[in-house]
């Protein structure tokens, strides 16, 4: 069966690890012969493609009007995009991703009118929660559930702001009322925690299914370093534990902790390295895959400190891929990836003394390590391989079709 998807999501260009897998989906689908269909807004950091006619133009946050707040919640420029797409194009699956607040909702009636089975891989808690993290300041927080939006203002979800909040809440509401969780035919996913979770919180069971996330292994290699340094690579976001883990290691004087990656509180993480004057500490900001690769190589272990419900952790199954162990937080589904004292620890989220006691030990015993990274890519080989979650993919599809 040789399908023609549809693979839509806010970006066209790698921010996160939702639009990392919307590539990687890409690929492994024309790795098997289907054509697929990029559907995102138009933004300047976009990748070059023959699709990007359709493209909508995207929401304005910089500084934003009343026109963009508008279509912050409902994009009828995108609604316009995808009828002319679906018109135009012949279509036989929709695969969405994350497409509030460029796309929104608006996406979806066009969709299903013109007859296109819809699945959505839940990359976030978006659906369930305005501001997409289950958490209200640094608190994990589920207040919304039952669908009680309102409750993201009252509580100033987002950032503290009412504002926001307010818009936050509304676009929810909104979102809910145009079909966000009606008009999808089957949500996916990508852990077992979030799944449970998302269904504690109101979603349908016999509408989401799990699907974990997958590494195509092609390519790389394994690391036979014992690693100089501890790498850290992901978003600088207060809730990604950046903090409890610039703590952990501000006594670590001897071994350097590098830093990769961005996000708004990038200058909270400047200052807090500055104000200690940590100099074994370097923030590196972005670096393109081959850069990061090299790194990882390098490096000691990875440390994924995180402090909310991660759904899945992709860091982490790249770090194994690479025959590299994990410090993660024991919390959401990282648990599902890494097996404490066997291809990485677990540690309780928040705890700076816990996590820089496994820094050490991971520092005294760099050959066994390195062990415990090669029995994490045995685990990667075997249960987030593409070939595997393709097969999985594919019994998802054909239930829509």
Known sequence: MTLIVLNGGQNYYIRGGSDQYQFALTELLHQHEHQVIPFASIDSKNRPTKW????????????????????????????????????????????????????????????????????????????????????????????????????????????????????????SYASHLLGAVDKVDRFIAVSDFQRNKLVELGIPSDKISTVHNFIDLGGIE????????????????????????????STLMDIPLLIVGDGTDRREVEDAIEEKNLKHIKLLGFKQKQELDKLIAGSICTIAPSEWYETFGLTLIESLARGKSVIASRIGGMTEIITDGIDGWQIEPGNADELREKMLWMSDNRDRALIMGMAGRKKVEHKFNAESHYQKLMQIYQKVL
């Not at 994350?98 to 299903?112: A, E, M």
């Not at 640094?138 to 669908?147: F, K, L, P, V, Y």
């Not at 939006?149 to 009252?154: E, G, L, N, S």
């Not at 394994?222 to 290691?249: C, D, H, M, N, W």
């Open 52 to 171: 990007s006619k359709y493209f909508p133009p995207g929401v304005n946050f910089d500084n934003p009007g009343v026109a963009d707040l508008i279509s912050f919640i409902y994009s009828r420029q995108a609604a316009k995009a995808i009828k002319r797409l679906c018109r135009e194009q012949p279509i036989d699956l929709a695969h969405l991703h994350i497409y509030y607040g460029q796309l929104t909702s608006s996406i979806l009636s066009p969709l299903k009118q013109a007859g296109i089975p819809i699945v959505q891989t839940l990359h976030e808690y978006k659906i369930v929660c305005p501001v997409y993290s289950l958490r209200s300041g640094n608190e994990i927080c589920q207040a919304c559930n039952g669908s009680a939006f309102w409750q993201a203002t009252v509580k100033r979800c987002n950032r503290g702001s009412i504002a926001r909040s307010l818009l936050s809440t509304i676009e």
């Open 222 to 249: 394994v690391s036979q370093q014992p690693g100089e340094y501890f790498l850290y690579f992901g978003r600088l976001e207060r809730y990604k534990g950046i903090f409890t883990l610039i703590e952990a290691a």
